[in-house]
């Protein structure tokens, strides 16, 4: 139990153009998911956090007219990145917390998201 | 704010030694602990937690975590490493109540398993 997916797990695109990546949990509902992004070598950076039917929460120095997030359902959470750059390229993992476990504070995370701006 | 401190960037050992990683934490309550193991390109998976109850939590693949309140520690063991033990390791701590909890991740440490 507990599997979160993400799709596409490797796209690459020209500068300048969106991307958009899926999260789904796919055998639990998650009221909140979060979007990471990890550079080579370094950890995990949280970007943002969405609950279910409301707008996300930044973290400082994340662009949220950068990096569009959605939550419209209990088991899906996209992120777009706008306008890709070159220093957009990065791996993009997302988690979800699962609505009958959220006193745990638990995460289940997804395969991530290679991202490569050209 | 909380915050996760893995003082070992990379560390090597021999298939069949031992293996201790450090994590260190700093959060003004009791802490939701966790520690991540990730193969290159790949998500996150969970090797084990600690919430409360037992300082001394076991995990999957034969790890275990013992939980210090003195020493701030949470650190990973494994009596015999194994060549598929070779990843990166991140310790986290989660923290916060209610609708906002919030999981910090320490830098990682990157395990070199060697014949």
């Known amino acids: 139990g507990a599997v979160v997916s993400q799709h596409p797990s490797r796209v690459i695109c020209k500068s300048g153009t969106s991307v958009k990546i899926e999260c789904r949990s796919l055998?639990?509902?998650?009221?909140?998911m979060f979007w990471y992004r990890q550079f080579p070598k370094q950890s995990l950076m949280l970007m943002a956090t969405?609950?279910?039917?409301?707008?996300?929460?930044?973290e400082q120095g994340v662009e949220k007219d950068k990096f569009l997030i959605n939550h419209a359902s209990l088991t899906l959470s996209t992120l777009t990145v706008t306008s890709a750059h070159p220093e957009d390229s990065s791996f993009y993992i997302c988690?979800?917390?699962?609505?009958?476990?959220?006193?745990?504070?638990?995460?289940?995370f997804g395969p991530g998201t290679r991202l490569t701006v050209l | 704010a909380q915050s996760v401190t893995q003082p070992d960037i990379h560390i090597t050992v021999s298939e069949g030694a031992s293996l201790e990683l450090r994590c260190n934490y700093s959060?003004?309550?009791?802490?939701?602990l966790f520690w991540y193991v990730q193969s290159p390109g790949q998500g996150l998976q969970l090797l084990l937690k600690?919430?409360?109850?037992?300082?001394l939590v076991q995990g999957i693949k034969g790890f275990e975590a013992e939980f210090k309140r003195s020493q701030s520690s949470f650190n990973l063991r494994k009596p015999s490493v194994h060549w598929s033990d070779a990843a990166e390791y991140f310790c986290?701590?989660?923290?916060?109540?209610?609708?906002?909890?919030?999981?910090?991740f320490g830098i990682g440490t990157k395990l070199q398993v060697i014949p």
């Open positions: 988690s979800a917390r699962d609505r009958e476990q959220s006193s745990y504070n638990e995460q289940f």
């Open positions: 055998d639990f509902q998650a009221t909140t």
């Open positions: 969405s609950n279910e039917g409301s707008k996300a929460t930044y």
């Open positions: 959060y003004g309550a009791t802490p939701y």
């Open positions: 600690y919430f409360s109850g037992d300082t």
């Open positions: 986290a701590v989660g923290a916060g109540s209610g609708g906002y909890q919030k999981v910090t």
